[in-house]
């Protein structure tokens, strides 16, 4: 069992940045690939980005490619991301989710949802 929670959604200025944190605690974190999704109002979830077990391969959604990084401390237990260049459409719930073993390879490769573990998610509010 791995317990997630999220912190550092606010609001900001379009053009402007946050980073998100994960931390998780239970089973080793290390074993837990780790992605983060969001979810605006009327919306469907949609995938973020990814990381791997060690933090080696990172994937991303399109739409954030190049304006967000994804990445992990395994001693802190904890998953970021970095959020750059912010537009309005950024704006949603974002949720931290884990994957373990090679499921997590699995859903962190194709970009899934299907992740074992999710956070409550943070509020992302971009204002233009």
């Known amino acids: 069992q791995v317990q997630l929670v999220e912190s550092g959604g606010g609001l900001v200025q379009a053009g402007g940045s946050l980073r998100l944190s994960c931390v998780a605690s239970g089973r080793a974190f290390s074993s837990y690939a780790m992605g983060w999704s969001r979810q605006d109002r009327g919306k469907e979830r949609e995938f973020v980005a990814g990381i791997s077990w060690g933090g080696t391969r990172t994937y991303y959604a399109d739409s954030v490619k190049g304006r967000f990084t994804i990445s992990r401390d395994n001693a802190k237990n904890t998953v970021y991301l970095q959020m750059n260049s912010l537009k309005p459409e950024d704006t949603a719930v974002y949720y931290c989710?884990?994957?373990?073993?090679?499921?997590?390879?699995?859903?962190?490769?194709?970009?899934?949802?299907?992740?074992?573990?999710w956070g409550q998610g943070t509020q992302v509010t971009v204002s233009s």
């Open positions: 989710a884990a994957a373990e073993g090679l499921h997590g390879v699995d859903v962190t490769t194709r970009g899934g949802l299907d992740y074992d573990y």
